[in-house]
């Protein structure tokens, strides 16, 4: 009765990219990574539940900072190997260094131009030691 | 004098996921893959160029269909791992299936529902054997 998790083609990890995007702007706010159960807990909990890579296990997204992504709509591209999320960023941050969104440098004259502002100082959102939620 | 090329942290393979949005509408139409080479083109052509894994080569987007996308803007996430093109999809058609974007798959009671029509008969927009340009 999970055939429509049967239908995504995971990579060799078990895993296919998120892409989160403001469900009112249409802003994309960050890309990350789901396996099967995260994907599974999304569609239950109706909030954003990733894979972490770099830590080896589920990310809650907004489990420290509370900057929990609700869930509006998921979608699937046509080759079933990438998902968007639609959501609702509560605290207006998505970004583990303080910004809205994750893409806030923009290609200008050759390099890489930060031009979005911090909108919450990282050590006010985290505790210490847990940067990345 | 390409260091914003040697900034982005590419993945074992040498690519780093590539998500196209128009630049009007925010619509998120599809998510490719680019090496350097491909990102070094996209700046310098401002048009979307991809590394297509499965035909292991420079995937010009449009180079059969028409549908080019023309960069509007391109951004680098935090991590320095996915890029944001803004584009203008030519022809309004993203997908090789004929639709205007590839995510044309809702999660719905259960299941992926298809919610977009096709635009353009595939058959008429590719050549035989060439269904992914």
């Not at 239950?44 to 890579?53: K, V």
Request: with cysteine; proline share 2%.
């Amino acid at each position: 009765m999970q055939d429509w998790l049967d239908e995504i083609h995971w990579n060799a990890d078990g895993l296919v990219p998120a892409i989160a995007q403001d469900y009112k702007t249409g802003r994309i706010l960050m890309m990350a990574w789901m396996n099967r159960e995260s994907l599974a807990l999304t569609a239950r909990e109706n909030r954003a539940i990733y894979w972490s890579r770099s830590r080896g296990k589920l990310w809650r997204k907004g489990e420290e900072s509370g900057h929990v992504q609700k869930v509006h709509e998921l979608r699937l591209d046509c080759d079933a190997d990438v998902i968007v999320l639609q959501v609702e960023q509560l605290g207006g941050i998505a970004c583990h260094t303080g910004r809205e969104s994750c893409f806030y440098r923009v290609f200008e004259d050759g390099a890489w131009k930060v031009v979005d502002p911090i909108l919450k100082d990282p050590d006010a959102i985290y505790h210490a030691g847990h940067r990345h939620e």
